[in-house]
């Protein structure tokens, strides 16, 4: 599993120009899977999302909530994230997952961070998205998991 993760002041996601997920101050997730990704790959990156210090004050998005303050996640599933560049001029999608497998494992990450008391907004998997963001920092982590 792949995310790429940006500390935003605000973030949403469009679909067919219809707002489908916003959030205030957090991070936006952006989740790529393989096939080989399971429940041990979901628990680590929620956790990841949820512990890392990367927002103001080096802090994360529990200490925040901890705290009293708000913060939140933006979820959206990018296969792209595997695209496969060595070769040629197009990319090779082989590294993602199909999207029978990916989907549940980007819905169970989304469940694994509302578990833990963080809210989440989410994209719709599969559509095409138009994603209006605020990085702050700017800060962009990049994960393998």
């Not at 994230?81 to 082989?94: F, H, I, M, T």
């Not at 990450?109 to 989440?120: D, K, Y």
């Amino acid at each position: 599993m792949r995310a790429v993760l940006q500390r935003v002041t605000r973030a949403s996601v469009s679909v067919g120009g219809e707002e489908v997920g916003a959030i205030g101050p957090g991070i936006v997730a952006l989740v790529g899977v393989t096939s080989d990704d399971g429940a041990a790959q979901v628990a680590t990156l929620a956790r990841k999302i949820a512990e890392l210090r990367i927002l103001p004050g080096e802090r994360s998005i529990s200490d925040l909530l901890e705290a009293g303050e708000p913060a939140e996640v933006l979820l959206i599933s990018q296969f792209t994230l595997y695209a496969d560049v060595r070769k040629g001029r197009r990319p090779s999608w082989n590294g993602a997952a199909p999207s029978a497998v990916a989907e549940p494992v980007v819905a169970a990450v989304g469940e694994a961070l509302r578990a833990r008391g963080v809210p989440v907004a989410e994209g719709v998997f599969g559509a095409h998205m138009a994603v209006d963001l605020v990085n702050d920092g700017p800060v962009t982590i990049i994960l393998d998991v």
